[in-house]
């Protein structure tokens, strides 16, 4: 499966995350197109958009819970490409401290626009220890064998 995985990392929390699920993604064999979107635009590093089966999106939240204007302009060159894509799954990191409405409300926020199907992962801070490790690669398994399965739904069906 190709998978598109796109952050943006303040800190290095999202980022730790991303390279998390990067890591399992490829371990389980699938192609993973990497875009820190701090640094690079969609057009630099993935000028074949189109042609991914999932994309994953991880962000920060600021200024009460929103995007930042990074992932802002990367949805918007993605919606742009391709139209809002089928199968997004969005994770990102977030404090409690600021208040628990605002706790990874980027992460919110993109799974609404995307109209996402996969439960959102949201981890406090940076990751920490087994039990994140665990969290992430266990989401990561759901989101790759939910959205595995239906494309192999598609293969079938294209078959007949």
């Not at 999202?14 to 990497?34: K, L, N, Y």
């Amino acid at each position: 499966m190709r998978i598109l995985l796109a952050h943006t990392s303040l800190s290095g929390n999202t980022r730790d995350v991303a390279h998390a699920i990067r890591a399992h993604c490829e371990a389980s064999a699938h192609a993973v197109t990497w875009v820190d979107v701090d640094t690079r635009t969609l057009a630099q590093d993935c000028p074949h958009v189109a042609g991914h089966h999932l994309y994953v999106l991880g962000s920060w939240s600021i200024n009460a819970g929103r995007t930042p204007p990074e992932m802002k302009r990367f949805i918007a060159d993605l919606v742009d490409a391709v139209g809002k894509p089928e199968h997004v799954a969005v994770f990102g990191t977030g404090e409690t401290q600021w208040g628990e409405e605002h706790y990874c409300g980027a992460v919110r926020r993109i799974a609404r626009f995307f109209d996402s199907p996969y439960p959102r992962l949201e981890i406090e801070q940076m990751p920490h220890g087994h039990r994140d490790a665990a969290r992430i690669r266990a989401w990561t398994d759901h989101i790759l064998t939910s959205v595995g399965t239906l494309h192999e739904d598609d293969q079938r069906h294209l078959a007949r």
